[in-house]
């Protein structure tokens, strides 16, 4: 007799069925059996708070008083993701997956894709105002990645509740230009096909959304940055806005990693000479030389010794992505010599100590001797 061996899908469905059996029913942890663990610990809390998988989900939506204030809070990040949104809807047309957009509460405020309103288990998701947390729907890719906040895929019975084991999802966090959760964006099937590639699908998007949000806060200079082996004018760019005396308006999570000194959710404000060892004013000048040409990067000394392509663009600068489409890459101009950054940023100590030489020396741990010298005998 021939013995049909399961095919990968049903392997999968058989590993998350046994994974429900052992954890929601019989109490016990299976380590390796669920593909994340975060899948388990999330399943832990609903249980902790008094869900069970067989109970039915509510999909309640806010009330009218409660929709507005949402709206109005989030029109900004409606607003940045509604290009993407459109965009992915395009991408997945064809897929039987939509995206859906939420707070960082979960409660969705806008959603896009082929959706199918006559699919009741389609359309109750992807109401403006329902609330799709944790809390309210149990383990979903929303919920876990607002949780998380890490991306995420979620297939069928990975869900926590009977009732939703339909869907397969992607989730995505979305941080804001101070650091903080934003919201999040999800791609979601029903009875779709599993495709766990829309992980990457979503968090590149996810990423197109932070760098809009960082454009749209109100700044006078945006810097690109990202390392010597990488061209600049991409999604993956690390974003930094500036104000006009160099304070730091706003960054993107890629900034964040590249910088250590732009911590996020910090409440202390970070001035751009603080990540930079160089006088930030040398940035709003590369800009405006620049500005009735085309734009070309420089390269910045970080505190720590290393070094990063930067590209100065003042507000309006056509720094959206994809502006160099069609144009030629901005080239990167040369390296600044470490002894004209020295020079510069002695200049600076001297300027700010209104032309006290000994004052500058002793912020810069240098001898006075040395600052006249750097400075070829300008100093006062």
Known sequence: MLTVLPTSSEQRLQQ?????????????????L?????????????????????????FDV??????????????????AARPVLE?????IASTRYFAILTNAQGVV?????????????????????????????????????????????????????NANSAYSCAGAPLFGPDGRCAGMLDLTGVDAVERPELKHLVVQSARSIENALIQSRPHDLLIRLNWSSHSLGEDSDGLVSLDPDGWVSGAN???????????????????????FALPYEMLFDAARSDAAGSPQAMEVPLWSGLRLHALPLLRGRAAAPGWFSGRAAPAPAPAIPLKDVETALIR?????????????ARALGISRATVYRRLGGKAK
């Open 16 to 32: 998350i069925a046994q994974a429900r059996q052992a954890v929601l029913r019989d109490g016990r942890s299976l380590p390796g």
């Open 87 to 91: 965009k992915l809807g395009a991408a």
């Open 109 to 161: 405020v806008d959603v896009n894709g082929a959706i199918d309103r006559r699919d009741r288990r389609a359309d109750l998701i992807t109401r403006i105002g329902v609330d799709l947390s944790e809390q309210s729907v149990g383990t979903t890719a929303i919920g876990a990645a607002l949780t998380e906040l890490q991306p995420v895929w979620l297939h069928r019975g990975e869900h926590f509740f």
């Open 348 to 360: 600076k100590a001297v300027n700010e100590a209104r032309g006290n030489v000994m004052k500058a």
């Open 253 to 275: 999570p890629a900034a964040r990693q590249m910088v250590p000194a732009l911590q996020a959710g910090s409440p202390a404000a970070v001035h751009c000479s603080e990540l």
């Open 62 to 79: 806010l009330s009218p008083q409660a929709l507005r204030r949402t709206e109005e809070a989030n029109h900004v990040l409606v607003q």
């Open 34 to 58: 669920l593909a994340e663990s975060w899948i388990e610990r999330s399943w832990q809390r609903c249980l902790a708070s008094g869900k069970r998988p067989e109970q039915e989900v509510s």
